[in-house]
């Protein structure tokens, strides 16, 4: 019963209200649903085919809707959940809780919201490929919803790096940083280390190719499912890089797991930093 009143599970469990109820939570939850369904059921469009694809093939399809739009939910919330109205701050950070475990109680509640959204989404597009294609691939899909989930945190601690201390109208500077991070994370990088890429040497583009993956964690999570889900034969320049640089699945897994990890720990670091600075 102490455990259930601690002050962390309290901000947790209010912090999880709160965000159910948004509706940004409920319309992420409806357009992820809806865009997992749609990939479902458009694989076998290009081959002529019709009807839903099974769940080895929605797993490979699903990762770039995972790594375009988590990432985004995941931001937008936690900027506009972190950086509350002046009055409201000074109520919340006046109570005999540490700032660092309140931070922690506030992340942990708007990650329920969006777990339970994601598993919404990835719900409803499973048990439509269970019943019409079956259950082969099924280890795939949990795959990608574990990647989701990684992805969700991750980018949760982007924004409460970002975010944390931001009261009044420093909210829209957060939010709006947290829009550029997002920006650079999913699209600009990529794009930015291709072109580059593209004017250096076989050696050197892998070299400039694995580090992005890895220092980028959108890319590390793509990369990482997609080797996962389909194994040496996944397909693409920062997958077969990594593979060739890390000697086999395993290193390259040890790679992804040690970037992983690192972008889960760093950011909230800095945020827990930010907000012991922080004089409301």
């Given at each position: 019963?102490?455990?259930?009143?601690?002050?962390?599970?309290?901000?947790?469990?209010?912090?999880?209200?709160?965000?159910?109820?948004?509706?940004?939570?409920?319309?992420?939850?409806?357009?992820?649903?809806?865009?997992?369904?749609?990939?479902?059921?458009?694989?076998?469009?290009?081959?002529?085919?019709?009807?839903?694809?099974?769940?080895?093939?929605?797993?490979?399809?699903?990762?770039?809707?995972?790594?375009?739009?988590?990432?985004?939910?995941?931001?937008?919330?936690?900027?506009?959940?972190?950086?509350?109205?002046?009055?409201?701050a000074e109520l919340l950070f006046s109570q005999p809780v540490p700032?660092?475990?309140?931070?922690?109680?506030?992340?942990?509640?708007?990650?329920?919201?969006?777990?339970?959204?994601?598993?919404?989404?990835?719900?409803?597009?499973?048990?439509?490929?269970?019943?019409?294609?079956?259950?082969?691939?099924?280890?795939?899909?949990?795959?990608?919803?574990?990647?989701?989930?990684?992805?969700?945190?991750?980018?949760?601690?982007?924004?409460?790096?970002?975010?944390?201390?931001?009261?009044?109208?420093?909210?829209?500077?957060?939010?709006?940083?947290?829009?550029?991070?997002?920006?650079?994370?999913?699209?600009?990088?990529?794009?930015?280390?291709?072109?580059?890429?593209?004017?250096?040497?076989?050696?050197?583009?892998?070299?400039?190719?694995?580090?992005?993956?890895?220092?980028?964690?959108?890319?590390?999570?793509?990369?990482?499912?997609?080797?996962?889900?389909?194994?040496?034969?996944?397909?693409?320049?920062?997958?077969?890089?990594?593979?060739?640089?890390?000697?086999?699945?395993?290193?390259?897994?040890?790679?992804?797991?040690?970037?992983?990890?690192?972008?889960?720990?760093?950011?909230?670091?800095?945020?827990?930093?930010?907000?012991?600075?922080?004089?409301?």
């Amino acid at each position: 019963m102490k455990l259930l009143d601690s002050p962390l599970l309290l901000v947790a469990r209010q912090e999880l209200l709160l965000s159910v109820r948004s509706r940004l939570t409920q319309l992420f939850a409806f357009t992820f649903g809806a865009l997992s369904v749609a990939v479902a059921l458009s694989g076998y469009a290009l081959s002529g085919g019709y009807g839903f694809q099974d769940f080895a093939r929605t797993s490979a399809s699903l990762v770039q809707l995972v790594c375009f739009l988590v990432p985004l939910a995941a931001l937008v919330l936690g900027a506009l959940s972190l950086s509350p109205e002046r009055g409201a701050a000074e109520l919340l950070f006046s109570q005999p809780v540490p700032r660092t475990m309140i931070l922690v109680g506030q992340l942990l509640g708007i990650f329920g919201a969006l777990a339970g959204a994601e598993l919404v989404g990835f719900g409803a597009a499973g048990v439509a490929i269970f019943f019409t294609a079956g259950e082969e691939g099924g280890g795939a899909y949990a795959l990608v919803v574990a990647s989701a989930l990684v992805l969700t945190a991750i980018f949760l601690g982007i924004a409460g790096a970002l975010s944390a201390g931001a009261v009044g109208r420093k909210r829209a500077r957060a939010l709006g940083l947290s829009l550029v991070a997002w920006f650079a994370f999913a699209l600009l990088l990529d794009v930015a280390v291709m072109a580059i890429a593209s004017g250096l040497s076989s050696w050197g583009a892998s070299r400039l190719i694995i580090v992005s993956v890895l220092l980028n964690p959108v890319g590390a999570i793509r990369t990482g499912t997609l080797l996962a889900v389909e194994g040496t034969a996944a397909f693409g320049t920062a997958s077969l890089a990594l593979l060739r640089f890390a000697g086999g699945p395993l290193g390259a897994g040890l790679c992804i797991g040690a970037s992983a990890l690192f972008w889960l720990v760093a950011p909230l670091w800095v945020a827990a930093f930010r907000q012991k600075r922080v004089d409301f």
